[in-house]
Protein backbone atom coordinates (compact mmCIF):
# COMPACT_ATOMS: atom_id res chain seq x y z
CA UNK A 1 0.00 0.00 0.00
CA UNK A 2 1.42 3.07 -1.26
CA UNK A 3 -0.46 6.41 -0.86
CA UNK A 4 -0.32 10.33 -0.69
CA UNK A 5 -1.89 12.88 0.54
CA UNK A 6 -3.74 15.21 -2.38
CA UNK A 7 -0.84 17.73 -2.02
CA UNK A 8 1.78 15.89 -3.41
CA UNK A 9 2.57 16.31 -6.73
CA UNK A 10 3.12 12.81 -9.12
CA UNK A 11 6.76 13.60 -9.30
CA UNK A 12 7.35 13.50 -5.83
CA UNK A 13 4.93 10.73 -5.11
CA UNK A 14 6.76 8.70 -7.66
CA UNK A 15 10.50 9.58 -6.23
CA UNK A 16 10.09 9.42 -2.68
CA UNK A 17 7.32 7.05 -2.52
CA UNK A 18 6.93 4.50 -5.01
CA UNK A 19 10.36 4.18 -6.37
CA UNK A 20 11.85 3.14 -2.77
CA UNK A 21 8.69 0.76 -2.81
CA UNK A 22 9.18 -1.16 -5.80
CA UNK A 23 13.11 -1.32 -5.79
CA UNK A 24 13.01 -2.69 -1.99
CA UNK A 25 9.91 -5.46 -3.00
CA UNK A 26 10.09 -5.78 -6.43
CA UNK A 27 13.77 -5.67 -7.56
CA UNK A 28 14.45 -7.31 -10.98
CA UNK A 29 11.13 -7.53 -11.40
CA UNK A 30 8.28 -6.40 -14.06
CA UNK A 31 5.76 -4.20 -12.46
CA UNK A 32 2.60 -3.29 -14.55
CA UNK A 33 -0.55 -1.74 -12.94
CA UNK A 34 -3.60 0.29 -13.89
CA UNK A 35 -4.97 3.48 -12.70
CA UNK A 36 -7.46 6.39 -12.96
CA UNK A 37 -8.39 7.44 -16.94
CA UNK A 38 -8.04 10.80 -15.44
CA UNK A 39 -4.52 10.50 -14.89
CA UNK A 40 -4.40 10.60 -19.27
CA UNK A 41 -5.35 14.41 -18.84
CA UNK A 42 -2.48 16.98 -19.51
CA UNK A 43 -1.88 20.38 -19.87
CA UNK A 44 -0.22 21.21 -23.40
CA UNK A 45 2.99 21.84 -21.52
CA UNK A 46 3.17 19.04 -19.01
CA UNK A 47 3.44 15.25 -18.95
CA UNK A 48 0.58 13.30 -17.81
CA UNK A 49 0.85 10.68 -14.96
CA UNK A 50 0.53 7.99 -16.90
CA UNK A 51 3.66 9.59 -18.37
CA UNK A 52 5.69 10.16 -15.55
CA UNK A 53 4.83 6.51 -14.29
CA UNK A 54 5.60 5.12 -17.85
CA UNK A 55 8.82 3.11 -16.17
CA UNK A 56 6.61 0.91 -14.52
CA UNK A 57 4.32 -0.02 -17.32
CA UNK A 58 0.97 1.98 -15.59
CA UNK A 59 -1.81 2.55 -17.91
CA UNK A 60 -5.16 3.60 -17.69
CA UNK A 61 -8.08 1.51 -16.59
CA UNK A 62 -9.70 -0.12 -19.83
CA UNK A 63 -13.33 1.76 -18.81
CA UNK A 64 -12.74 4.76 -20.87
CA UNK A 65 -16.12 6.00 -19.38
CA UNK A 66 -14.86 5.61 -15.62
CA UNK A 67 -18.13 4.64 -14.61
CA UNK A 68 -18.66 3.56 -10.78
CA UNK A 69 -20.66 0.55 -10.45
CA UNK A 70 -18.64 -0.88 -13.56
CA UNK A 71 -15.31 -0.33 -10.75
CA UNK A 72 -17.16 -1.59 -7.78
CA UNK A 73 -18.53 -4.72 -9.84
CA UNK A 74 -14.71 -5.73 -10.81
CA UNK A 75 -13.53 -5.65 -6.75
CA UNK A 76 -16.86 -7.42 -5.54
CA UNK A 77 -16.23 -10.11 -8.47
CA UNK A 78 -12.45 -10.47 -6.80
CA UNK A 79 -13.49 -10.31 -3.39
CA UNK A 80 -16.44 -13.12 -4.53
CA UNK A 81 -14.74 -15.36 -6.91
CA UNK A 82 -12.27 -18.05 -5.48
CA UNK A 83 -9.61 -19.85 -7.39
CA UNK A 84 -9.71 -24.17 -7.56
CA UNK A 85 -9.08 -25.40 -4.31
CA UNK A 86 -11.39 -22.20 -2.33
CA UNK A 87 -8.45 -20.15 -2.45
CA UNK A 88 -10.01 -16.40 -2.17
CA UNK A 89 -9.05 -14.57 -5.53
CA UNK A 90 -8.03 -11.46 -3.49
CA UNK A 91 -6.06 -11.26 -0.22
CA UNK A 92 -5.25 -7.61 1.22
CA UNK A 93 -2.27 -7.73 3.49
CA UNK A 94 -2.51 -6.53 7.17
CA UNK A 95 -0.24 -3.91 6.39
CA UNK A 96 -2.64 -2.14 3.94
CA UNK A 97 -4.39 -0.14 6.61
CA UNK A 98 -5.86 2.48 4.92
CA UNK A 99 -7.02 0.07 2.16
CA UNK A 100 -8.98 -2.27 5.08
CA UNK A 101 -10.11 0.51 6.94
CA UNK A 102 -12.09 2.20 3.33
CA UNK A 103 -13.38 -1.21 2.75
CA UNK A 104 -14.60 -1.83 6.21
CA UNK A 105 -17.03 1.78 6.08
CA UNK A 106 -14.24 4.55 5.65
CA UNK A 107 -14.71 4.73 1.51
CA UNK A 108 -18.55 5.65 1.58
CA UNK A 109 -21.19 6.82 -0.73
CA UNK A 110 -22.46 10.31 -0.96
CA UNK A 111 -25.90 11.32 1.36
CA UNK A 112 -27.55 14.37 -0.34
CA UNK A 113 -31.05 15.73 0.76
CA UNK A 114 -33.64 14.77 -1.50
CA UNK A 115 -36.76 16.99 -0.56
CA UNK A 116 -37.85 15.30 3.02
CA UNK A 117 -35.86 12.42 2.57
CA UNK A 118 -32.57 12.78 4.21
CA UNK A 119 -29.47 10.98 3.49
CA UNK A 120 -30.21 9.32 -0.27
CA UNK A 121 -27.05 7.60 -0.93
CA UNK A 122 -25.95 8.97 -4.55
CA UNK A 123 -23.84 6.48 -6.94
CA UNK A 124 -21.10 8.57 -6.29
CA UNK A 125 -18.36 8.22 -3.60
CA UNK A 126 -17.33 10.32 -0.89
CA UNK A 127 -14.09 12.11 -1.54
CA UNK A 128 -12.01 11.36 1.46
CA UNK A 129 -8.39 10.16 2.36
CA UNK A 130 -9.72 6.62 1.44
CA UNK A 131 -11.20 7.47 -1.79
CA UNK A 132 -8.16 7.24 -3.55
CA UNK A 133 -6.57 4.10 -2.38
CA UNK A 134 -9.79 2.54 -2.52
CA UNK A 135 -10.36 3.62 -6.04
CA UNK A 136 -6.95 2.76 -7.13
CA UNK A 137 -7.70 -1.22 -5.77
CA UNK A 138 -11.40 -0.70 -8.42
CA UNK A 139 -8.45 0.29 -10.98
CA UNK A 140 -6.64 -2.64 -10.48
CA UNK A 141 -9.70 -5.25 -10.83
CA UNK A 142 -10.93 -3.86 -14.03
CA UNK A 143 -7.06 -3.86 -15.61
CA UNK A 144 -6.70 -7.62 -14.61
CA UNK A 145 -10.36 -8.29 -15.87
CA UNK A 146 -9.46 -6.41 -18.77
CA UNK A 147 -12.62 -5.64 -21.27
CA UNK A 148 -15.49 -7.54 -20.80
CA UNK A 149 -16.80 -8.44 -23.89
CA UNK A 150 -21.10 -8.07 -24.55
CA UNK A 151 -21.42 -11.41 -23.01
CA UNK A 152 -19.45 -11.33 -19.87
CA UNK A 153 -21.44 -8.26 -19.19
CA UNK A 154 -24.46 -9.45 -19.95
CA UNK A 155 -24.05 -12.20 -17.85
CA UNK A 156 -22.34 -9.56 -14.91
CA UNK A 157 -25.72 -8.09 -15.10
CA UNK A 158 -27.99 -11.37 -15.49
CA UNK A 159 -25.93 -12.21 -12.40
CA UNK A 160 -26.77 -8.95 -9.89
CA UNK A 161 -30.12 -8.93 -11.14
CA UNK A 162 -30.44 -12.94 -9.89
CA UNK A 163 -28.56 -12.21 -6.90
CA UNK A 164 -29.91 -8.18 -6.03
CA UNK A 165 -29.40 -7.58 -2.38
CA UNK A 166 -27.88 -10.64 -1.33
CA UNK A 167 -24.32 -10.15 -2.52
CA UNK A 168 -21.98 -9.05 -0.30
CA UNK A 169 -21.89 -4.75 -0.97
CA UNK A 170 -22.90 -2.81 1.83
CA UNK A 171 -25.06 0.61 0.29
CA UNK A 172 -22.78 2.54 3.09
CA UNK A 173 -19.56 1.58 1.71
CA UNK A 174 -19.43 0.35 -1.09
CA UNK A 175 -18.52 -2.95 -0.66
Known sequence: EVYADHYTT???????????????EFANQKVSGWGDPAGNEGKDYEETCFDILKVWNIKPSPDEQNVFSKRVEAVDTFLRDRLPGGIPKLLISSS???????????YQLQRVQKGSNA????????????????????????????????SQERARRAFRRANHGL?????VAGY
Open 10 to 24: IERFRDEQVKPYVVS
Open 96 to 106: CSMLRAGLAGK
Open 119 to 150: GVLKSEPVKNEYSHICEALQYLCMGIQGKPDE
Open 167 to 171: GPMDP
